[in-house]
T-cell receptor, first 111, second 115 residues
């Protein structure tokens, strides 16, 4: 079946450093969504990207969708301890398919 | 508008017992999804349901697991004869009717422990 590969699996950063997680699909996606799960919590929707080359920002978070719609990234500028959690991407290949989640990147921020 | 409700939040079962997990989607949502998450791992899709219909159960184990979403009442994920390997967090999510590319709203999850 179709898969979304997400790297890295874990990332430790010092507070104030930047962080990036990447998602890759071998085939063209229809759209991609990003979710955040705090430790002990449940996934919460962050954003959806639909257009080729799309870039969206939410405060310190920047989301990108590749030109070929096969990859996406989430970049956090100047991490804070509140950014701790696991970030999941989830891809959709066409309207008839299920959303498929990547394995997640677990971000740990050292104060 | 209440969010997705799941109960119980924590469930302890002995090996061989049955586990019943309930999920009430957000008001107005007709799509329900169940996911399993093992400790320190990602979300694994199990089943997608609409009212009275199983649309996609490609992620469900063939034995012991079943799911339903009746016309009235919550969606139920049922695990018969639980084993230690079933210990996990089970999340339910819902989305509005229409296209599958709507965002999914997750419930707080049920943490199942099999002793």
């Amino acid at each position: 079946g179709q898969q979304v590969m997400q790297i890295p699996q874990y990332q430790h950063v010092q507070e104030g450093e930047d962080f990036t997680t990447y998602c890759n699909s071998s085939t063209t996606l229809s759209n991609i969504q990003w979710y955040k799960q705090r430790p002990g919590g449940h996934p919460v929707f962050l954003i959806q990207l639909v257009k080729s080359g799309e870039v969206k920002k939410q405060k310190r978070l920047t989301f990108q969708f590749g030109e070929a719609k096969k990859n996406s990234s989430l970049h956090i500028t100047a991490t804070q301890t509140t950014d701790v959690g696991t970030y999941f991407c989830a891809g959709l290949w066409n309207a008839g398919n299920m959303l498929t989640f990547g394995g997640g990147t677990r971000l740990m921020v050292k104060p | 508008n209440a969010g997705v409700m799941q109960n119980p939040r924590h469930l302890v079962r002995r090996r061989g017992q049955e586990a019943r997990l309930r999920c009430s989607p957000m008001k107005g949502h007709s799509h329900v999804y169940w996911y399993r998450q093992l400790p320190e791992e990602g979300l694994k899709f199990m089943v997608y349901l609409q009212k009275e219909n199983i649309i996609d159960e490609s992620g469900m184990p063939k034995e012991r697991f079943s799911a339903e979403f009746p016309k009235e009442g919550p969606s139920i994920l049922r695990i018969q004869q639980v084993v230690r390997g079933d210990s996990a967090a089970y999340f339910c999510a819902s989305s509005p009717p229409g296209w599958l590319d709507y965002e999914q709203y997750f419930g707080p999850g049920t943490r199942l422990t099999v002793t």
